[in-house]
């Protein structure tokens, strides 16, 4: 990589952290999208999506979990649909949350060519979250 092509690298990721642009679409193969954001749960919640946290029961005893949010850990695609397909509705979006966001974008391409839903994967996850002020529930 050339300097100036570094440079300029390095200019738009510090624009990106500093206007917090860590929000992204993806195209997949199924005609819908996959969407990266920072997203608070009342954005989640606004978008009407079915909120699902893929974290293991552990992860979930832990910290808490989003009040009103699906558990189901996601192992592979087809177990985990089995787990949530009749929750999901038509075209409602998936919103898929995990601790730090890593797994959850994962989850997320895993499941791209699986559903035509958009599906969101929460960047920063839980920790995000929960150092931005959000109090957890303990998981049912």
Sequence with gaps: MSSTNRRLFVAAAAAIVIGGGAYYLMGNTSGGQIEVAPLSVAQMR?????????RRPDEWVATGVIEGAVLA?????????????????PGQPLILVCQSGNRSGRAANALAGQIDNPIISVAGGMGRLMSEGYQTVAPN
Aim: proline share 4%.
């Design 46 to 54: 606004a978008k009407g999506g079915l909120i699902v946290d893929i």
């Design 73 to 89: 850990t996601f192992d592979d695609p087809a177990t985990f649909m089995a787990e949530i397909h009749d929750r999901l509705a």
